[in-house]
């Protein structure tokens, strides 16, 4: 079995694979505050309701956004599987399928990675990955497998609750669209800014990657896949027909594919 940990700003998902297909999943709130002992009596505890055990894992590879947490979860990792897993960094690009700008090799962001591996992988076309996270990021793979570039601002959820700490009146609103963009109460007005707003924002700026992707290599536009991922992806997706795939897992199969390669490759 094969142990993925993707720690992100406000999540840590963790998700257990065995030939391709996963078996579990386990989400945790991202806390840098809490140690590598704590996590592990968390992550045992999941596992172990759901009648994992730690000594089938044979590889591990984990991917983080918040380097502060990447440490503890190494020594949790060892300590519990006696292997020591696979960190997404410059030091596995050699190895992967995609090919990483030198101006952006200690810049990209290990799930920005993982999800251009993956299009790339999955699609073998040019794709932009919309994955809406804490940030929501536009990742731009060409039809070698060359990173194009990528967009980044701030997620859904962030911009709400930016909007909700930092006015005194308003209100944290859920994230469904309103009935109109005509918001006739507050809690209508601010999901029709934020919700319809970034439905203007996703789809405005999809069509201006295109652009730029056809004008630097020639690609139609037509031929470019724009998929959607990430735990906020359900708010737009009734809205919008600009998505040829939705994929909530698509960063996690990422990685996994990341870590086969790695595996197979004898990279440890």
């Known amino acids: 079995m094969l142990l993925t940990i993707d720690i992100g700003n406000t999540n840590i998902v963790v998700a257990l694979f065995d030939e391709g297909v996963i078996l579990s999943t386990w989400r945790l709130f991202t806390d840098t505050r809490r140690t590598g002992d704590e996590y592990s009596i ?16 044979d590889f591990c590879v984990v991917s983080s956004v918040v380097p502060v947490l990447i440490g503890p ?15 997404i960094n410059p030091s596995i ?23 251009a591996v993956e299009a790339y992988c999955r699609y073998n076309c040019a794709c932009i990955v919309v994955d809406f996270g804490t940030a929501l990021t536009f990742t731009a793979v060409g039809n070698a497998g060359e990173l194009l570039g990528i967009a980044i601002t701030p997620g859904l959820g ?19 669209a309103p009935p109109s963009s005509l918001g006739k109460n507050t809690i209508h007005s601010i999901q029709a800014g934020i919700v319809l707003g970034y439905k203007g924002l996703v789809e405005g700026l999809v069509m201006q990657m295109k652009k730029d992707i056809t004008a630097e290599t020639g690609i139609p536009q037509e031929e470019i896949k724009v998929v959607a991922t990430g735990g906020l992806n359900s708010v737009l997706k009734p809205l919008t027909d600009i998505f040829q795939d939705v994929d909530k897992a698509f960063t996690l199969c990422g990685l ?5 390669i790695l595996k197979e490759k004898g990279v440890s």
Request: some cysteine; charged content about 25%; hydrophobic content about 40%.
């Open 42 to 57: 968390v992550l045992s505890s999941l596992l172990r309701d759901d009648g994992v055990e730690m000594d089938g894992i």
């Open 256 to 260: 996994y594919r990341i870590a086969t």
């Open 93 to 115: 690009f050699p190895y992967l399928p995609v090919k990483i700008p030198e101006t952006a090799i200690h810049e990209i962001g290990s799930d920005l990675l993982c999800n």
């Open 158 to 176: 962030t911009a709400r609750n930016s909007l909700f700490e930092d006015t005194a009146q308003l209100p944290s609103i859920p994230l469904e």
């Open 73 to 87: 979860f190494v020594s949790l990792i060892e300590k519990k599987t006696g292997k020591k897993p696979v960190i």
